[in-house]
């Protein structure tokens, strides 16, 4: 199991999880918040080649933008456009998968409609030839019209898309401010979806069922750190920590002390 952080240095991520201690990195290809296709990354050479001679697992992370469940025409067809250019692009610095939340729709909608635009949308891709990389769908903390908050509405959307080999990025966080019990969580996800690919391994700021999507350290927030580790080793997947900067090296260090 590798262990490691997303990196906020994406000019250099190789450089910022030497500084953590990561063994697995993720990172931005372009602004977050933008809508703009990702540049050619300064670094894409020497991070292909640490994935090619398995140095360093990387994934990359979609923009936070990215709405493909929206019913909004204006919304849905630049995230489609997004996520298939970021995922060439996570392709070519030799990531493992890019990472889209769930997504939503809004109050007074169906969410149904919601998960048949993520079907429309795989199935579209797969029409082409598929996706550069594998698209990691992440679970999310707020929202009562979300696609991946809840585990019966992941379910809903796995019956849509489980067909197209979507894989599934579990945040720790984003389930304990779900209103998923961490408990058991590994076991629950897997019986959905097959699979768990990626974890985001973060504690919480807020109270269980919050909706807040606001991670700690481990140790620093509201989640029992056993739990956390507990998640990871019945997970078996790569994990990454998206904890406050100042905190990541040691959040990685009591990972790889409790996990052995």
């Not at 450089?15 to 993720?26: L, Y």
């Not at 998960?115 to 579209?124: C, G, L, P, Q, S």
Request: net charge negative; hydrophobic share 45%.
């Amino acid at each position: 199991m590798r262990i490691g952080a997303h990196v906020r240095q994406d000019e250099d991520p190789l450089g910022a999880a030497s500084e953590v201690g990561a063994e697995t990195i993720q990172f931005f290809l372009a602004d977050p918040q933008g809508w703009k296709k990702p540049p050619v990354h300064p670094k894409a050479d020497e991070l292909r080649a640490a994935a090619e001679a398995d140095e360093m697992t990387l994934f990359v992370h979609s923009p936070y933008v990215v709405n493909l469940a929206s019913t909004n025409n204006r919304i849905r067809i630049p995230s489609r456009k997004l996520v298939t250019q970021h995922a060439e692009a996570a392709a070519s610095v030799g990531a493992k998968g890019l990472i889209v939340h769930g997504g939503h729709v809004t109050a007074g909608e169906d969410a149904a409609v919601g998960v048949d635009n993520w079907r429309k949308f795989f199935a579209r891709q797969a029409d082409e030839g598929g996706f550069a990389v594998p698209i990691l769908i992440e679970n999310t903390a707020g929202g009562d019209n979300a696609m991946a908050r809840r585990f019966d509405a992941l379910a809903r959307l796995w019956d849509a898309v489980g067909e197209f080999d979507a894989g599934f990025c579990l945040d720790t966080c984003h389930a304990f401010a779900g209103g998923e019990d961490l408990v058991g969580v590994v076991e629950r996800a897997k019986a959905i979806t097959g699979r768990i690919d990626l974890v985001h391994l973060n504690d919480s700021r807020d109270e269980f069922n919050s909706a807040r999507d606001r991670h700690a350290n481990i140790g620093s927030g509201t989640i029992d750190p056993d739990q956390l580790v507990a998640v990871c080793a019945a997970a078996g997947a790569p994990v990454v920590v998206e904890t406050p900067a100042e905190g990541q090296a040691d959040d990685i260090a009591y990972l790889r002390k409790h996990l052995g």
